[in-house]
């Protein structure tokens, strides 16, 4: 039955679905899984990397996590060409925002313009939705601290924790047995480091299959301070919460520790 209506995104099914829309969910589904965490002096973004390669430049070859703005980090998961469109139509909006008021685009507004974008993809004929999911984490003085979560269809919601890809369903699970209204920045990463490993194939994490994201607040200033965690960062936190990969005797020293 839905071949006769899966073919074009304008038309609608007697049930009164969208196939195409549907169609661009299920392939989140298959995307690495990806975490946001809002803290109370922070939010903390989580991903698990699929294209994995000690040959690539980790800083210029981003796969889940992007600035948008100097207050919004993004974590994505789905089509990575389709999410790179949408992170530049979002850091474009962004700066116009920036060059006409002087200020940092309000973090619902980008949310908003992004999210309009994407739902006119599902309005026209001759189109596609975007085959991408996104996760929002920002910061403005008016709301402070805000995470929200976007679908292909243009739809949005904020959240305290929310999951997307691969295994969403057992890593929300456990972010609501675990999470806490005064949770701390530190400590969401330790949680969503803990909560990847579940989820993910592997048994053991490290940092080359990994992107982690945080943004925090210059207390003095008021202004936000968005971050993306290095290799080294990232393997800090694996070790400070006992989930970094086990070395082999003899081999302990070659990792260097900052303590």
């Excluded at 992170?87 to 940092?104: F, P």
Aim: hydrophobic share 35%.
């Amino acid at each position: 039955m839905s071949r006769r209506y899966d073919s074009r995104t304008t038309t609608f099914s007697p049930e009164g679905r969208l196939y195409q829309v549907e169609y661009a969910m299920e392939a989140i589904s298959h995307a690495g899984t990806v975490l946001g965490i809002l803290a109370k002096d922070g939010v903390v973004l989580a991903a698990e990397k699929k294209v994995t390669s000690k040959l690539l430049e980790q800083h210029k070859s981003s796969e889940k996590v992007f600035q948008l703005s100097g207050n919004v980090i993004a974590g994505v998961a789905g089509l990575t060409a389709d999410a790179n469109s949408l992170v530049n139509y979002g850091r474009n909006a962004a700066q116009k925002y920036l060059l006409s008021y002087d200020d940092d685009i309000p973090v619902e507004q980008l949310v908003q313009r992004l999210c309009d974008m994407k739902q006119g993809y599902t309005q026209f004929g001759g189109l596609r939705p975007f085959g991408v999911s996104l996760l929002y984490a920002g910061y403005d003085p008016h709301h402070g601290f805000q995470l929200y979560q976007s679908d292909p269809s243009g739809n949005y919601s904020g959240w305290k924790a929310i999951c997307i890809g691969m295994n969403n369903g057992t890593a929300t699970s456990l972010l609501k047995q675990e999470y806490k209204e005064d949770i701390s920045v530190q400590d969401a990463l330790g949680l969503a480091a803990r909560v990847l490993s579940k989820t993910m194939d592997t048994t053991t994490l490290e940092s080359d299959k990994l992107e982690f994201a945080v943004l925090l607040r210059d207390t003095k200033s008021d202004q936000p301070i968005p971050h993306i965690l290095t290799a080294n960062e990232i393997d800090r936190v694996l070790k400070q919460h006992e989930l970094a990969k086990t070395q082999e005797a003899g081999s302990s020293n070659a990792m260097s520790v900052d303590a």
